[in-house]
């Protein structure tokens, strides 16, 4: 169907294509993990580091493919800090509970308010 040109192309972009993608997501789960004090900040930077790591990884294959073999070696290491950070603290020590607060008129009992 596709001579073995385009075969390899299109081989490359669907093993390395597509990590932009997760790149992208672990953006605003970086983003989301740093503003939100849900979990701690240093996961929200690993994560933001790994983005970056996986937009390296993925996108110097097509612009600079003669470096590709330099730079996943010095992005793979964000990448190796970043989502197994967040995962391991996720199963390990979970989310802070946080209770919420009851909403101003909730739980009042009508019988005892003046008149």
């Not at 299109?10 to 970086?30: K, P, R, Y």
């Not at 930077?45 to 612009?63: D, K």
């Not at 003669?66 to 793979?76: E, Q, T």
Request: glycine letters at 10%; hydrophobic letters at 55%; proline letters at 7%.
């Amino acid at each position: 169907m596709f001579s073995g040109s385009k075969r390899a192309l299109l081989g490359c972009w669907a093993e390395e294509g597509v990590g932009w993608i997760f790149g992208l997501w672990l953006f605003h789960f970086g983003v989301c993990v740093w503003k939100s004090h849900f979990l701690p900040r240093f996961l929200g930077v690993l994560l933001i580091a790994a983005c970056f790591g996986y937009l390296a990884v993925s996108l110097t294959p097509f612009l600079l493919p003669s470096y590709a073999n330099i730079v996943s070696r010095f992005a793979n290491i964000p990448l190796t800090l970043g989502e197994p950070a967040a995962i391991l603290w996720l199963l390990l020590m979970g989310a802070k509970d946080q209770p919420l607060e009851a909403a101003p008129g909730v739980g009042v009992d009508v019988r005892r308010i003046p008149t």
